[in-house]
C-alpha cells in the first residue's frame, strides 16, 4: 500500500502540484484472478440509462445463424465492437470528482482494487427492427379456417407472444405493432394469419351482406354481421376481417365499423394479381373495378408498394411486387430492384425504399448513396452504381 509520502514522492518527479488535484488520492492495485474475459462494458445513451435506471429491460436476441441485437421495451439496436487505445479500469468505489468532499485541509490516500480491465466496449447504434422472419414464420402454419369434421388442426409450428420474443429480432412494441400491420390474431393463444384466399372469401361474406342489406359501407352493425354470418364462419373470424378492413366506432351504445375502400380495393387487387405474371393495364383496371363491391372505387395509388406498373410497355402492363418479399438490407434491397428493372423514376422506386429510412433519413438520401441519376426522355431516372447480374 503506498503511503502519503509515496505518492507526495511522485508528484514531485512528475512535476505535479497537489494543490492542482484532488485531496482525495486514490491508489489501486489488482485484485485476485483479475481477467479482461470477467467484464463487458457496453456504451448506453440518455434514453437507455434512464430506461435501466427505471428498472427496465434490455434483451439480447437473435437465433444461432443472426447476428445479435439489443431490444428495449420499444426500440431495437445493433452491437458493435469498438476498441479502445486506453484500458479501461473497473473499480469498485472508486469515486468521481463530483462525488468526493475536498472540505479537509491536507491530502489522503483512499485504497481500492481493481476488479477487471478491458480495452473494448459495445457500441449501440438504433436500426430498423427485422421483421421479415415473423410473417415467414406465421405462415409456416396458417389458419384456413375451421377444420373439417371436426378433426383438430396441427399444433407444429405455432407461436406464441414469448416464441415469437425469442425468435424475432425486435421489440415488443415493434413485433405487436407489425402484427397489426400483417392481419395477425390470436387464435387459442397462438399467433396465425389467415389464408389470403380464407380471408378474402370471409371479406367477400361481409361485402355480399352490406349490399343484400343496402347498408353504407361507413356504418356497418357489429352485432347484426355476426348474427348474420355466423353459420358460415366463426365470428372472431368475422370480426378480426372487420377489424383488418375497417375502423370500429360506437353510435348510441351500438358498434358499427366503416369499411376502409382502399384496404379494401388494394386486396381485391391483390387477389387478381397473385395467379398472373403480368396483366394488361387495361384490362386489369377494367376488371378490377368490376370485382370491388358497388359503389367503391379503385385508383392506381391504392397499389404502391404491392403492384409495379410497367408505362413504357406495349401495352402497358401490371405486375405483383410487394415491399414485404423484398431483402430486408439495404444493398440487398437495391441490387434486387436494379435486377428487376435497370432504371427506375423516383416515383416508382421510393414505395420499394421508404421502409429503409432510419430516423431523419430520407428516400432522396437512399437514392444519393446507392443509386446513380440521369435524364432520359426528359425525366430523372435512377440505375445501380455498380453492375447487377441479372
Known sequence: MRTLEEVQATLEIAKLKAEDLQKTIHCLSFGEN??????????????????????????????????AILCSSDKTYDLKLADT????????????????????????????????????????????????????????????????????????????????LERIQASEEEIKTHLEAINACQIDGYWRVLEFDYEMKVLGHITQLVDSESWSFSK???????????????????????????????????????????KVCRATALLLLQ????????EFQEVWQQSVPDGMSTRLDQLKSVALLDRTSRPETICLLRVEDLPED??????HLFSLREKWTEEDITPYIQDLCGEKQTTGALLTKYARSSMQNGIKVFNSRRPVAT
Open 34 to 67: 483479475v481477467s479482461s474475459a470477467d467484464y463487458c462494458l457496453m456504451e448506453l445513451d440518455d434514453t437507455l440509462c434512464k430506461h435501466i435506471e427505471a428498472g427496465q429491460s434490455l434483451v439480447i436476441r437473435g437465433d444461432k445463424d443472426e447476428r
Open 85 to 164: 487505445s486506453n484500458v479501461l479500469l473497473f473499480v469498485p468505489g472508486c469515486k468521481t470528482p463530483d462525488q468526493l468532499t475536498n472540505s479537509q485541509d491536507s491530502s489522503q490516500v483512499a485504497h481500492a482494487q481493481i476488479w477487471g480491465f478491458c480495452n473494448s466496449y459495445w457500441e449501440l447504434r438504433k436500426q430498423r427492427p427485422k421483421l421479415k422472419k415473423l410473417k415467414k414464420l406465421l405462415m409456416e402454419n396458417s389458419y384456413e379456417g375451421p377444420a373439417i369434421g371436426g378433426q383438430e388442426e396441427s399444433t407444429e409450428n405455432r407461436y406464441t407472444t414469448q416464441d415469437l
Open 330 to 335: 439495404t444493398l440487398e434491397r437495391f441490387n
Open 220 to 262: 356497418v352493425p357489429l352485432e347484426t354481421t355476426l348474427e348474420e354470418l355466423g353459420p358460415l364462419e366463426p365470428k372472431a373470424m368475422i370480426e378480426h376481417c372487420l377489424n383488418c378492413y375497417g375502423k370500429r366506432y360506437t353510435e348510441n351504445d351500438t358498434v358499427y365499423f366503416a369499411l376502409h375502400e382502399d
Open 275 to 282: 395467379n398472373a405474371v403480368k396483366f394488361n393495364l387495361r
